[in-house]
């Protein structure tokens, strides 16, 4: 069974251009996650989507927003790029049923340079 | 609210040396906990998962850990350290249900032969 799967692996945007990133889930799995991850700030969560809704999300300000297609694809959109922006963006999938108890598997990431 | 605190931003182990990454979570209410490890340039794997089923867990590559709720711990341990085992160490927590995950900040590894 095929992984997570991200692209593009890497990108190099300059300050006030906008970026999406996109995430395919291992087959099956219907709740994608998304994760910033920078070396001041760590792993911070971002969203998580289930069946096209948001259904979690974390303390990003508006810039960042997500959506998930119905065969489950997910994509990250960051308009206005800042400097700050520049980090590892992971993307997990899993099953979800909800209690928490899903293991969430990664894909490599994102690496997104803003210049 | 929920998190974790990982004792240790770096740690460094003789080859076949016992690996120890400790792990501390605060957690309102009764907490899933997870270890998760990144290799350079790679995105994170799963090594293990407590859910409440039994409280010595075991992983893959060797590792276990054992949560103590007295302790608020889930500490990380190998008996025998491998070059291989090089990497950062991410302790993990789930508490209120769905898939918000807390990471700690992480404990890089060093294996020294």
């Known amino acids: 069974k095929a992984g997570v799967t991200q692209t593009p692996r890497y990108l190099i945007k300059t300050r006030g251009q906008q970026v999406t990133l996109s995430c395919s889930p291992i087959s099956g799995h219907r709740s994608v996650s998304w994760y910033q991850q920078t070396p001041g700030q760590g792993l911070q969560f971002l969203f998580e989507?289930?069946?096209?809704?948001?259904?979690n999300k974390g303390n990003f300000p508006g810039r960042f927003s997500g959506r998930q297609f119905s065969n489950s694809r997910s994509e990250m959109n960051v308009s206005t790029l800042e400097l700050g922006d520049s980090a590892l963006y992971l993307c997990a999938s899993s099953l979800s049923s909800g209690s928490g108890t899903d293991t969430q598997y990664f894909g490599p990431g994102t690496r997104l340079t803003v210049l | 609210a929920q998190s974790v605190t990982q004792l240790g931003s770096h740690v460094s182990v003789s080859e076949g040396a016992l690996v120890l990454l400790r792990c501390n979570y605060s957690s309102s209410v009764p907490p899933y906990l997870f270890w998760y490890v990144q290799y350079p340039n790679q995105g994170l794997q799963l090594l293990l998962k407590y859910t409440s089923a039994a409280t010595l867990v075991k992983g893959i590559n060797g590792f276990e850990a054992e949560f103590k709720k007295s302790e608020t711990s889930f500490h990380l341990t190998k008996p025998s350290a491998h070059m291989s085992d090089a990497a950062e160490y991410f302790c993990a927590v789930i508490s209120g249900g769905y898939q918000k995950v807390t990471f700690g900040t992480g404990t890089k590894l060093q294996v020294i032969p």
């Open positions: 989507y289930f069946s096209e809704t948001q259904r």
